[in-house]
Nanobody, 128 residues
Framework: QVQLVESGGGSVQAGGSLRLSCAAS????????MGWFRQATGKEREAVAT?????RTHYADSVRFTISQDNAKNTLFLQMNSLKPEDTAMYYC????????????????????????WGRGTLVTISS
């Protein structure tokens, strides 16, 4: 059974940084797509960044974040710098096995690829 558990959210002031982590268990595929998504209150979900099993990364426009992975530890990260109040949202980790065109090409819509497995989210609150 695949389980994704996010951590690292919190409340920080604008300009600060946070590092989100996503621990994946039961997810042992050689080909995969993983990503970070966020949803602010009253808004639709939007993709923030994706990474595939070859390490190709793609980002939403204007994000100041870096996605990375530690395959040995089955952990996905999102380093968020220069945070702004508009970054306030619930952040979700998601994953899917296989080769996803949207993932390796970066040609995903605003909501991003509709991956198979999702975590429960970690809340990020940025104050001005």
């Amino acid at each position: 059974q695949v389980q994704l558990v996010e951590s690292g959210g919190g409340s920080v002031q604008a300009g600060g940084s946070l590092r989100l982590s996503c621990a994946a268990s039961g997810f042992t595929y050689s080909r995969f797509c993983m990503g970070w998504f966020r949803q602010a209150t009253g808004k639709e979900r939007e993709a923030v960044a994706t990474i595939d099993s070859d390490g190709r990364t793609h980002y939403a426009d204007s994000v100041r974040f870096t996605i990375s992975q530690d395959n040995a530890k089955n952990t996905l990260f999102l380093q968020m710098n220069s945070l702004k109040p508009e970054d306030t949202a619930m952040y979700y980790c998601a994953a899917a096995a296989g080769t996803w065109y949207e993932c390796y090409s970066g040609s995903w819509s605003r909501s991003g690829p509709n991956l198979d497995y999702w975590g429960r989210g970690t809340l990020v609150t940025i104050s001005s």
